[in-house]
């Protein structure tokens, strides 16, 4: 079954999906800077673009590529400055 979401005045949009690694959504953000709340762990590879991200309990923000990923902790917020047009397929678990 597929769920499409949109955020932040559509400037984040996704579709999620069952894959064979358990849900997952892909999905596409515009040039700006957001805040996501997780419920469950989160896997996010980038697909294209360029993200700046600050997890949680870090100072740092760190510059994610095309063929990276990083790893969030379920109940955590963390922040995103998307400095290209990106994609991005996400894993829950």
Do not use: H
């Not at 849900?23 to 957001?34: D, F, S």
Request: with cysteine.
């Amino acid at each position: 079954m597929r769920k499409f979401n949109e955020y932040f005045n559509g400037n984040v949009k996704s579709i999620g999906f069952e894959s064979t690694e358990g849900t997952a959504t892909v999905g596409v953000m515009e040039i700006g800077e957001y805040e996501f709340s997780t419920s469950k762990i989160e896997i996010m590879s980038l697909i294209t673009g360029e993200l700046t991200v600050k997890l949680p309990d870090t100072e740092d923000w760190k510059v994610y590529k095309k063929g990276e990923n990083f790893t969030v902790a379920a109940n955590k917020k963390f922040q995103l400055k998307v400095i290209k047009p990106s994609s991005y397929l996400c894993l829950y678990k």
